[in-house]
């Protein structure tokens, strides 16, 4: 069970947006930066959004974060079959003292 | 260029121990916090330990508290995470991850620990 909740998957058509959500309480995203993560098959975690809505160097702007209150969004615009991966939400949590991540949404392109 | 490369993964029986090491080059390791974040088979990831720059702050998830230690040599640009008493459930792909500022921006590729007998 994990302290953040994702949607186990969700899919889309080429070109569509799909959006990711991840629900979390005051402790972790009410307090703190929310984080999104992409895991391509078989390869290691890489930071998408750091700080609810920043990219890091090198990821396309069709990826984009927001947060309101204890819940937070990713969203992918203009999907594209390399997108296809599992997605994680991660932030601090004040009260459990460490990172937390959610359970991970999968994107499939149809 | 940023790169971590973990090693001493394997096979291991349960109550076993193991001890992965994380080598990190193309920045300054002695200035940034490190973490383990682990993935067992087909599940998602698990924060497993954070240890800062100058190993004076070290955290546990509650699950490995007492088997597992974590430390670093920041000489030799190294972070490494001593696992005893491992348990069927340890089995995952243990990465280590650069944190900065509230994020974990870098990540290894991995080293997978497989508890069985």
């Known amino acids: 069970q994990s302290v953040l909740t994702q949607a186990p998957s969700v899919s889309g058509t080429p070109g569509q947006r799909v959006t990711i959500f991840c629900s979390g309480s005051?402790?972790?995203?009410?307090?703190?930066?929310v984080n999104w993560y992409q895991q391509l098959p078989g390869t290691a975690p890489k930071l998408l959004i750091y700080?609810?809505?920043q990219r890091p160097s090198g990821v396309p702007d069709r990826f984009s974060g927001s947060k309101s209150g204890t819940s937070a969004s990713l969203a992918i615009s203009g999907l594209q079959s390399e997108d296809e991966a599992d997605y994680y939400c991660a932030a601090w949590d004040d009260s459990l003292n460490h990172w937390v991540f959610g359970g991970g949404t999968k994107v499939t392109v149809l | 260029e940023v790169q971590l490369v973990e090693s001493g993964g394997g096979l291991v029986k349960p109550g076993g121990s193991l001890r992965l090491s994380c080598s990190a080059s193309?920045?300054?390791?002695?200035?940034?916090?490190m973490n383990w974040v682990r993935q067992a088979p087909g599940k998602g990831l698990e924060w497993v330990s954070s240890i800062t720059s100058r190993s004076s702050f070290i955290q546990y998830t509650d699950s490995v508290r007492g088997r597992f230690i974590v430390s670093r040599d920041n000489a030799k640009n190294s972070l490494y995470l001593q696992m005893n008493s491992l348990r069927d459930e340890d089995t995952a792909v243990y990465y280590c991850a650069r944190q900065y500022s509230s994020s974990h921006d870098y990540w290894g590729q991995g080293a997978l620990v497989t508890v069985s007998s």
């Open positions: 005051r402790s972790n995203i009410g307090s703190d930066s």
């Open positions: 700080s609810h809505n």
């Open positions: 193309g920045f300054d390791f002695s200035n940034y916090n």
